[in-house]
């Protein structure tokens, strides 16, 4: 029997919490095919997992939706990596616990980015990278010697996967 004036705790599932929002317990990769997924790099991709409306600001300025999606990377030969980019949206980036790389350049004119242009950066499993729109990037990768597979939380308006993804096939022969 509960105390007096104690709550009961409940158990986070989607189905218990759905009146009030949307949840991705365990943050474990979901069931069912991913939005996309690259066997050779190793790399797969679930999109739109669970949104946030950020709502309007009280001067009336809209906000959008952030959409949390999962990206599980393994090891790879990134030296045949593509870049991509989003003209109208930044991306957030959270890897879980785990340090990944990323191989990132500035919005440029030159399509795609020259490879001098092109930086690894490491990135901490307790950190969260936030990119500017137009920012050249690709999925994370995992530094030699590190375990894996690794996931890594990405935030994204809904869509951005299918509505604003430039992506560039090229052989930058960058190796992490």
């Known amino acids: 029997m ?3 004036g104690r709550i009961r705790i409940r158990k986070l599932t989607d189905p218990a919490f759905a009146a009030l929002g949307g949840t991705w317990a365990k943050l474990d990769p979901p069931k069912g095919k991913p939005t996309a997924k690259d ?3 190793k ?3 679930w999109a739109d997992l669970v949104q946030v409306d950020l709502g309007v600001a009280k001067d009336g300025t809209p906000n959008t939706v952030a959409s949390i999606g999962l990206c599980r990377v393994e090891r ?6 593509p870049l991509e980019f989003h003209a109208a949206t930044g991306e957030g980036i959270l890897p879980l616990g785990a340090d990944i790389v990323l191989l990132l350049a500035k ?5 795609p980015p020259a490879k001098k242009d092109v930086l690894a950066f490491g990135v901490p499993g307790d950190s969260v ?8 990037h690709w999925a994370p990768a995992v530094k030699e010697g590190d375990g894996d597979p690794v996931d890594v939380v ?12 430039t992506v560039r096939e090229l052989t930058l022969g960058l190796r992490v």
Do not use: M, N, Q, Y
């Open 2 to 4: 509960a105390e007096k």
């Open 39 to 41: 066997p050779v790099r």
């Open 43 to 45: 790399v797969k991709f």
């Open 76 to 81: 790879r030969d990134t030296s045949t990596d």
């Open 107 to 111: 919005a440029c004119a030159s399509d």
């Open 129 to 136: 990278v936030c990119l500017p729109k137009g920012t050249w």
């Open 154 to 165: 990405i935030i994204l308006p809904p869509e951005t996967f299918r509505k604003d993804c």
